[in-house]
């Protein structure tokens, strides 16, 4: 899962609108976004991440953002005869069969 944080201030403006970095409007998906207030704020909210962005709005101050997507689903059940065990030297790894 692709992780972005980041640090951002508003003092006066309720409103505080995060634009993501390009690659993240292709790749990720199933957003979370976390807030951390800094300075006490600790009233704080934001909006989905839609279009590569999000607004977080609240109380003035400090505070920490930090989002996480997903990539793609994991097969955390594999049955083992969909997969065949390789190697090369102490490597290994699976490879699904078509």
């Known amino acids: 899962m692709p992780a972005l944080l980041s640090c951002a201030h508003f003092s006066k403006e309720i409103l505080f609108k995060i634009i993501l970095w390009d690659y993240t409007e292709k790749t990720p998906t199933e957003f979370t976004v976390q807030l951390t207030a800094i300075d006490g704020s600790n009233n704080l909210h934001t909006t989905d991440v839609?279009?590569?962005?999000?607004?977080?709005?609240?109380?003035?101050?400090?505070?920490?953002?930090?989002?996480?997507?997903?990539?793609?689903?994991?097969?955390?059940?594999?049955?083992?005869?969909?997969?065949?065990?390789k190697g090369l030297g102490p490597y290994t790894w699976v490879e699904k069969y078509n």
């Open 50 to 85: 839609k279009n590569n962005e999000f607004t977080v709005f609240g109380n003035p101050g400090k505070f920490f953002w930090f989002v996480i997507g997903k990539h793609y689903d994991i097969d955390i059940e594999a049955n083992i005869s969909d997969y065949k065990l």
